[in-house]
C-alpha cells in the first residue's frame, strides 16, 4: 500500500546549558547536553562565557568549539572547560550549537569562581582526582588520578630523549618528548596494556601527563591532605606492586623511580612501574 510522509524542515540545534561540574581556581567545568543537531550538518558545539548574561558566540569572553562531537549523532551530553577566570567573580555561560541554519544556546547559568584548596575532590567529566598543589592565588595548582594506572614500561631503551626536567612544572614537556622519541623510533611497549608510561597518561586526556620527579614528590608529600584518604590509601596499595616511575629521564636506559622511601636512577626504561598521571590547572 501506498504511504505518505513530510519531512520536517530544516531548524536550528537544540542544546540545553548544563549546571556547573567543577569549580577549581580559574577553571570551571560546564556543558551542555544537545537534544538534536536540527536536520542539517553541525558546525560547532561548545560553550561561550562572559561577565554579562547571556553571551554569544561573538560576544564574550571565552568560547570553547568541541570538534571532537561534530561527528556525533544527538543526543548527548559534552562537557568544556573555562579558563583564566578571576576568583570571586560572577560568570555567565551558555551552551551553544551552530549548523547551516544557524545557532542556538542554552539557558543562561551563572556561577562564581572559586579558590582551589588542598585535597579538594574533583569529579566530572574531564576533570576528576585529588588536588594535591595550590599556588598562592588559588588560582593554579595539580591534580592527581584518583587511582593510577597499572604499570607500563618507560619508553625506548636505545635513545635519549631529552626529558630531563625534575622539577615542577616539567612533567608535561617530558611526557611530550618520551612520546615523539616512542613515534620517531617505532618503539614497542611490553607492557599489559601495549602502551609505555607516557602514552598511559594520556588515556586520561590530552591534558594529562607523566609527572616530573619533583612533581610526583609533591604529591607523594601531600597524599594525606585528601580528607578523604582516597590518595594515600590508593598510593599505598599500588605501591604493594611496583615503585611509581616519573617522567624524568636520567639515561638512553634509566629514569627516575620512587620507591615509597627512595628516589632510584637506575630504573630501567624496560621495568615494568606504576603509571600515575597528574594534570594542572
Known sequence: ADISFTTLAASTPIVVTNAITNLIGSLAEGGATLTTDGGS???????????????????????????????????????SNMSNLVIGTTYHYRAYA???????????????ATAATLGQTISGGLMWGYVFS??????????????GYGVAD???????????????????ANTTAIINDITANACTSASPM????????????IDWYLPSKDEFNLLWTNQNADITGGLSGNLGIA????????????????????DGTTWLNTGLKTSQYIVWPIRSF
Open 41 to 79: 550538518t553541525l558546525t560547532g558545539v561548545g560553550v561561550c562565557w562572559g561577565t554579562s548574561v547571556d553571551p554569544t558566540i561573538t560576544s564574550n569572553l571565552g568560547i570553547t568549539n568541541e570538534s571532537q562531537y561534530l561527528l556525533s549523532v544527538p543526543p548527548y551530553t559534552y562537557y
Open 98 to 112: 551552530t549548523n547551516g541554519n544557524g545557532t542556538s544556546y542554552g539557558s543562561d547559568v551563572s556561577f562564581v
Open 134 to 147: 595550590v599556588d598562592g592565588t588559588g588560582l593554579h595548582g595539580l591534580i592527581a588520578d584518583m587511582w
Open 154 to 172: 618507560w619508553g625506548c631503551t636505545s635513545s635519549v630523549t631529552g626529558a630531563t626536567g625534575t622539577t615542577v612544572g616539567t612533567g608535561m
Open 194 to 205: 601495549l602502551a609505555f608510561a607516557a602514552q598511559v597518561s594520556k588515556y586520561n586526556g
Open 239 to 258: 605501591l604493594t606492586t611496583a615503585p611509581f616511575w616519573s617522567s624524568s629521564e636520567v639515561s638512553a636506559t634509566d629514569a627516575w623511580n620512587f
